[in-house]
């Protein structure tokens, strides 16, 4: 492994720690019954990257039917792709990770739409946009610090009744200014 971008942006580790974000905890079994596609073998090799790259750790363990059976917790505060690593990255690794990016996001969208009416979209907050924005450094500076803020006012909310689990994927990508 390269780095820490490889090890998240992995078609098959995106989709664990994603489930793991999502359900807070998770054993093995309840990993293979919800991705489904990805035998356990596969899994337990994946599983353990993440813990030796210290991403998820092991919150809990049991002993069922003589067997360990070991709930697994994402180490969220490990999620970030660290800036020096972000700067060294090949153009072409980009690439990589942005495919993998971009085709897990398409995969929650086709799961999404396939399995709900166009009249749910807006009660349950579906949408996509492609909005360009005009700004100085200092204003994308000041709406990406806004934006964050407010994901930090949500970010730890529990799942209730209440709430619905909503992804939020986000991306910048600069645009080079015609000549004038």
Known sequence: MKGKADLLLHPVRMRIVQQLLLNKSLTIAQLVEILGDVPQATLYRHI???????LIE?????????TEERKFSVKIDNLQIPESEIETTSREDHIRHFSVFHSNLL???TSYLADTSPEQYKKEGFSYAYTPLHLSDEEFHELTQSIQQAIEKVIH???TPARTTRIFASMFIPQKSPKE
């Not at 353990?48 to 210290?54: D, I, V």
Request: hydrophobic share 45%; net charge positive.
């Open 157 to 159: 909310n529990q799942l």
């Open 58 to 66: 092991v919150i809990e363990t049991k002993k069922v039917k003589g």
């Open 107 to 109: 995969q929650l969208a």
């Open 48 to 54: 353990n990257l993440l813990l030796e790259a210290n």
